[in-house]
């Protein structure tokens, strides 16, 4: 009975030198390759007599995934047999004999060979870049991303650094084996892989816990640091206009309340939910919503939904406001019209705007150095007869729930 040996290699493509190295050490164990997977690249070897045979990797000259016969009878009549091909840019051969004359004499020649790979691998190179700029660019759309799910985005951040610094590696490495050989120096055929073998497995092992439901698990840690309560069950000073406030009439009714029926579920739509990270130490999103008492009327309801951050500087503070103010800015139902943002003059503050969108909604936008506050409102009050309540608000220092 033969014995056999499957072995992830995990080794890139553009360290030829290093896998010829690599299956050469395992023969001289006793175990011969006798394929590779295509895609997962899976070395099969099989048990036999430790002997010091030789490996080359032969740059594949097009997409063919098997070598001509011609080719094939070509490199026998040297002592060089195909054995298998190695990923989809190279044949692997095996000489028994350690004395047989290399492959290639002429650098020039084999360069040929590995100009094909470089174009490609290029593409790769491009391809990474292009995946590590668009979550680069996620704070720049969605800077509030950051603060939401900040777990998420620094491993995603490292995972997807590292990927593309290995792709750029491969491609660096191979465009010096082709200048190398253009210029007329042979390669060599010997290089350690330990150290390249533990750096690829650590990258692909992140790659695939970022795919795995691992990511997953670092979103929802991210949600369980957020801390959600009755807005009336909070006793202390919370960064928020109460509706009664704002001049609401005695017809409608806020917490406590019966549950009401939205759809298929109870929904209460008062309530205060904080968290906290490195990026902002403090942070509240308050909601709240009063009904109508009387049940025969349409279920319309006035509600004001206030975000209130404490950030590390006062540049987040403000391109975080402004993200959050234009996605309160898009109110559902109505489209084809854009809500008109105005400048307010009010003393003290880094930052301040009003705006409003066919009298359906208000948006209210505060910003005092790394502080901000956004207000939404939907009602028959006005949030800049307000303006002063809300920056009042600044006076008071808050702690996280």
């Known amino acids: 009975?033969?014995?056999?040996?499957?072995?992830?290699?995990?080794?890139?493509?553009?360290?030829?030198?290093a896998m010829e190295t690599f299956l050469e050490?395992?023969?001289?164990?006793?175990?011969?390759?006798?394929?590779?997977?295509?895609?997962?690249?899976f070395c099969q070897f099989e048990k036999g007599t430790p002997a010091?045979?030789?490996?080359?990797?032969?740059p594949i000259p097009d997409t063919v995934r098997t070598p001509s016969a011609e080719m094939v009878q070509f490199y026998e009549e040297f002592g060089w047999k195909y054995l298998t091909p190695f990923s989809h840019f190279f044949f692997i051969f095996v000489a028994e004999d350690?004395?047989?004359?290399?492959?290639?004499?002429?650098?020039?020649?084999?360069?040929?060979?590995?100009?094909?790979?470089?174009?490609?691998?290029?593409?790769?190179g491009l391809a990474a870049l292009v995946l590590l700029a668009i979550f680069l660019g996620i704070p720049l759309y969605h800077p509030s991303f950051l603060l939401e799910r900040p777990r998420f985005s620094a491993f995603a951040l490292v995972t997807l650094l590292a990927f593309a610094v290995l792709i750029l590696w491969s491609v660096l490495r191979l465009w010096k084996i082709y200048r190398n050989l253009s210029q007329g120096n042979p390669l060599s055929h010997h290089k350690g892989?330990?150290?390249?073998?533990s750096l690829q497995t650590i990258v692909l092992a992140l790659f695939v816990l970022f795919l795995l439901p691992f990511s997953d698990k670092l979103v929802e840690w991210d949600e369980n640091d957020q801390i959600t309560q009755s807005l009336t069950a909070v006793e202390e000073p919370l960064p928020y206009v109460p509706l009664a406030e704002m001049g609401i009439s005695p017809d409608w009714v806020q917490t406590p309340y019966d549950p009401i029926t939205m759809g298929n579920e109870n929904s209460d739509s008062n309530y205060v939910r904080s968290r906290t990270n490195f990026l902002a130490p403090t942070t509240f999103h308050i909601s709240q919503t009063a009904y109508h008492t009387d049940p025969n009327l349409p279920a319309a309801a006035t509600s004001?939904?206030?975000?209130?951050?404490?950030?590390?500087?006062?540049?987040?503070?403000k391109i975080v406001g402004m993200d959050l103010a234009n996605l309160y800015a898009s109110t559902s139902g109505i489209s084809g019209y854009k809500m008109e943002k105005k400048p307010l003059s009010?003393?003290?503050?880094?930052?301040?705007?009003?705006?409003?969108?066919?009298g359906n909604a208000q948006i209210l936008l505060l910003r005092k150095d790394n502080r901000v506050l956004i207000v939404h409102y939907a009602g028959d009050a006005s949030l800049k007869d307000h303006v002063e309540d809300f920056a009042k608000l600044f006076t008071q220092s808050y702690t996280p729930l």
């Open 98 to 124: 350690p004395d047989t004359p290399e492959i290639h004499c002429d650098p020039l020649v084999q360069a040929k060979g590995y100009k094909r790979m470089c174009r490609n691998f290029s593409v790769f």
């Open 52 to 58: 010091p045979v030789r490996y080359r990797l032969e």
């Open 1 to 17: 009975m033969k014995h056999r040996l499957y072995l992830p290699t995990f080794l890139p493509v553009s360290f030829p030198d």
């Open 346 to 358: 009010l003393s003290g503050f880094s930052q301040a705007y009003y705006g409003d969108l066919l």
């Open 304 to 317: 004001m939904t206030s975000y209130y951050g404490e950030m590390s500087n006062s540049f987040l503070a």
């Open 25 to 41: 050490d395992m023969a001289k164990k006793g175990w011969f390759l006798k394929k590779v997977g295509y895609f997962l690249s």
């Open 193 to 197: 892989y330990l150290n390249i073998l």
